[in-house]
């Protein structure tokens, strides 16, 4: 069963930066396409950022202040948030699609504050 497990939520100040991990295991093919979701008070979710053997994709808001990038060997996900800005306070959720299926993790806040 696939599972994803995110770290590195948390409050950071704006300006400041976090950085977001994402485990992923359970299957037996490479995670090929995985990316980072949002969901902010009051929003619905939102794509921050996509990896594939395609190359990557931001959402027009975070581009120039997200990196995300992906270490194969372990199956792992990252997201470098830098110059967070109120706005970007969500719920961060990490997802994969394996042969057209898409899981999701449990989460984790990021808290932006003043």
């Known amino acids: 069963q696939v599972q994803l497990v995110e770290s590195g939520g948390g409050l950071v100040q704006a300006g400041g930066s976090l950085r977001l991990s994402c485990a992923a295991s359970?299957?037996?093919?490479?995670?090929?396409?995985m990316g980072w979701y949002r969901q902010g008070p009051g929003k619905q979710r939102e794509l921050v950022a996509g990896?594939?053997?395609?190359?990557?994709n931001y959402a027009a808001s975070v581009k120039g202040r997200f990196t995300i990038s992906r270490d194969n060997t372990k199956d792992t996900v990252s997201l470098q948030m830098d110059d967070l800005k109120l706005e970007d306070t969500a719920i961060y959720y990490c997802?994969?699609?394996?042969?057209?299926?898409?899981?999701w993790g449990k989460g984790t806040l990021v808290t932006v504050s003043p």
């Open positions: 990896i594939s053997t395609r190359g990557t």
């Open positions: 359970g299957s037996s093919f490479n995670f090929n396409v």
């Open positions: 997802s994969a699609n394996v042969f057209g299926i898409n899981y």
